[in-house]
């Protein structure tokens, strides 16, 4: 296991919330505290050590070891010898004071500043290094230290973030490289967060720095009395490896046997195990709700949301595209349907793998099978014929970290035809294309049952360019019960504004559901329904027994508060006070506050609403949603110049944003000045460049001023969204404006452009609609 880079995490999961529709211990202190866990304790790694010899050995020096440590000359791997590592022409210096280690770099005022290294980050590819300020928030350095060899490009310091400025999120002192929400949780043991959201401070402890045995076991106290019980008695303690601990980390499948027909060995039994649950944790895209519930031997969704297959994470056919941990990606595969654990493949303690890759995949998959010559036909003993080459295909992360796509898919090249998803085939045959690689496989495997199979990538694709298909394509892969539950939850999830019969069947049918992930991706997916609708399908989910699903629930149907009778607010009432409760753990950051202040407004309680939009924007400026929904509430209240202070504020503070100068051109709109309006209408679409509405709504507003203009921007809605639709806009805009020259050369190019998707009939009618 690399590093885990933790940036990210939180804003897919709660930020989602949001309205708007984008999207130490002191930390100073080496004593380990005993925390209260239901009634065990922590009692730290070192009490392992006397009856667990071997796997401490196995354990120490591994990356869980190594997650976190102090800066000493023991954990500190990079160059501070005075060295000095220059960044766009400008210096920055690793040094020491004594035993201490110093860098001099850009602070957050353009100045250089010296910053004490308090902890290290990882160990390998690389290591991160963190500075610990007065407000107990620890914050990573931009900076990091290659420490692969330097025959492999190593031994030297980097910018892991080169593009950022002080204004982004993931700039190094603001919220996006902060360890205390980031990436805490993950890298030690026992973490409580404890911020104070008055004081904007923290002072977050944990029992162990690093990723200890109780990290995975859970508190041992009881295990270590049983043992100290056991040895005064002259027994033995029990032979169960969870005995004494309040979860089972055993594999799900104890035998493999062999069946007729079949070339994988299949589980002869599938027994209940915590261990998938328990690595989840950290090696998920989540975000946090809560430091009390159980996700081991509870549902997940109690403490952490999981992101589920979204455009911002996997490509359409689940591939990772953003870092997504592993489990987001195992919970595609039919190795987790099949009982496959974690440590099938890792050795839990060393979290390398158990035995020779080319012998991982030989343990359940019979060889004789899967020789060069009747499967990857590439020749031997070579990379290409290694199973992990097609089937766990590696995406480079933070510049010198490849991770490895943990869903095993089948290379599907006749998918990357036709909605372009990456494929193993092609992305090493360079020179080749994806007909070729078609061609190779149909000759190779021509009795395959993968060989142009119905894939639910194809119903997200056609959502993503609006295709007027995608809805009923989405409701059925929802209802498909071949395809897992978390593909099934996200066709759920990215059904939201279709409002079709399929579309309805689906969601009656999730919300029975008995897996809380695809009833969790109703929520979502019922937004297009009016409120009236929408209360009749989600408010069986109001009394959901999972955390996430009820929240989620309450959070969404509040919005509709005012239109609720009393028997509706009574009975969102202790669901929302869960939700309430997820955002205030989550105040430190700008989606938290902004999700109170919703809920504020909806409520009715306007004041307050107003005050923590204000004091999301202050702990977190550059947060976007937090100016849109302010300004939305401004507008509600008629307050047109208010509105438009809060988005020029939220632009001038998000220079990056898209979504602020598209909602200010609507504004401008509103207050009449087309101008300003086409300017910043212009600016979101550029800024976006790969959103078709913004292209499109900026279009429709140039009609009146520049017809030419307005075409190509249309155009360039419909290239970036694959949308028809937008194509027949641009052709109604150069009917309407129709005259002889460049604006009817530019109407034929179009309608000889739509008539390849539309009937005749159509372009008829718009021919027609000139001499009108």
């Known amino acids: 296991m690399t590093q885990w880079a933790c940036w990210k995490q939180a804003v897919i999961g709660l930020a989602a919330l949001v309205s708007f529709s984008l999207f130490a211990q002191e930390v100073t202190s080496n004593t380990p505290k005993s925390i209260q866990s239901s009634t065990l304790t922590y009692v730290g790694s070192e009490a392992c050590v006397d009856c667990h010899k071997k796997e401490t050995e196995a354990w120490q020096g591994s990356h869980h070891d190594m997650a976190m440590r102090h800066a000493d000359a023991e954990s500190v791997l990079g160059d501070f010898n005075d060295h000095t590592f220059t960044f766009e022409g400008k210096p920055n210096r690793f040094y020491r004071k004594g035993e201490e280690y110093w860098v001099n770099i850009q602070g957050p005022d353009g100045e250089w500043h010296d910053y004490k290294i308090s902890y290290t980050f990882a160990w390998e590819p690389l290591q991160q290094y963190m500075v610990e300020f007065e407000d107990g928030r620890v914050q990573l350095i931009p900076f990091a230290w290659d420490s692969r060899t330097k025959q492999e490009g190593g031994q030297r310091w980097f910018h892991l973030y080169p593009d950022t400025t002080p204004k982004d999120e993931f700039y190094w002192t603001n919220t996006g490289q902060n360890w205390n929400f980031m990436c805490a949780d993950c890298h030690s043991t026992n973490l409580e967060k404890n911020y104070d959201a008055k004081a904007n401070t923290y002072a977050t402890t944990w029992s162990e720095i690093n990723v200890g045995c109780e990290a995975c076991h859970g508190p041992a106290s009881e295990h270590i009395e049983l043992a100290k019980q056991a040895e005064k008695s002259g027994n033995t303690i029990a032979s169960a490896n ?211 199979q119905q894939h639910f990538a194809v119903a997200f694709y056609a959502d993503s360019i609006g295709h007027r298909g995608a809805p009923d394509a989405l409701a059925y892969s929802a209802q498909d019960a071949s395809l897992s539950d978390i593909i099934r939850a996200s066709a759920l999830e990215r059904m939201g504004g279709n409002t079709g019969q399929n579309t309805l069947v689906s969601l009656a049918r999730a919300v029975k559901h008995d897996s809380d992930m695809i009833r969790l991706g109703a929520v979502a997916g019922s937004s297009g329904y009016e409120f009236s609708d929408r209360w009749q399908i989600l408010e069986p989910l109001l009394s959901d027994p999972v955390l996430s699903v009820r929240a989620e629930a309450a959070g969404a149907l509040v919005r509709h508060y005012p239109e609720m009778n009393p028997l509706q607010r009574d009975k969102i009432k202790q669901p929302l006070e869960d939700y309430i409760a997820i955002q205030r753990f989550n105040t430190d950051r700008g989606f938290g506050r902004t999700n109170l202040a919703n809920v504020y407004r909806d409520l009715g309680e306007t004041d307050k609403a107003i005050a923590s939009y204000q004091k999301a924007i ?123 020259g460049a604006v009817a050369f530019a109407f034929e190019q179009c309608v000889k452009q739509l008539g390849e998707f539309a009937p005749a009939d159509v372009v008829q009618r718009l021919r027609a609609s000139i001499n009108q």
């Open 242 to 452: 969870h005995y004494g601990f309040d979860r089972d980390l055993g594999m799900a499948v104890k035998e493999w046997v062999y069946e007729e027909g079949h070339s994988t060995l299949q589980p002869k039994e599938i027994a209940m195990t915590h261990q998938v649950q328990t690595c989840a944790q950290c090696h998920s895209r989540r975000t946090q709700l809560n430091e009390s519930a159980d996700h081991v031997k509870g549902s997940f969704l109690d403490k952490y949301r999981l992101s589920l297959i979204t455009p911002e994470l996997y490509y359409h056919d689940g591939q990772i595209y953003d870092e997504d941990y592993v489990y987001g990606s195992f919970l595609q595969s039919a190795m987790a349907e099949k009982g496959v654990t974690c440590t099938n493949c890792h050795d839990p303690h060393t979290a390398e793998l158990k035995i020779p890759e080319e012998a991982v995949c030989a343990q359940c998959h019979i060889a004789s099978d899967y020789m060069p010559e009747n499967h990857t036909f590439h020749e031997a003993n070579t990379e290409a014929s290694q199973c992990t080459t097609c089937h766990m295909p590696e995406t480079t992360y933070m510049q010198v970290d490849p991770r490895r796509d943990h869903s095993w898919h089948v290379p599907r090249p006749d998918l990357s035809q036709h909605i372009n998803t990456p494929n193993v085939c092609t992305s090493c045959h360079e020179d080749e294309t994806n007909q070729w690689a078609v061609q190779k496989i149909g000759e190779w495997f021509p009795n395959s049952k993968y060989r142009n």
């Open 618 to 740: 202050e702990i977190e400026p550059y947060f976007e949603n937090s100016y849109a929904n302010l300004a939305d509430l401004y507008r509600a209240q008629g307050n047109d110049k208010k509105a438009l202070e809060t988005l020029m504020a939220g632009i001038e503070a998000q220079p990056k944003s898209s979504a602020l100068p598209y909602s200010a051109g609507l504004a401008w709109l509103r207050v009449g000045d087309s101008v300003k309006a086409n300017q910043y209408l212009k600016q979101a679409a550029e800024t976006s460049e790969q959103n078709p509405q913004y292209w499109y709504v900026y279009g429709l507003a140039l009609e009146k001023s520049d017809v030419l203009a307005a075409s190509k921007a249309l155009n360039t809605a419909y290239k970036v969204g694959g949308n028809p639709q937008h194509l027949f806009a641009e052709c109604e805009v150069l009917a309407r404006n129709y005259k002889e």
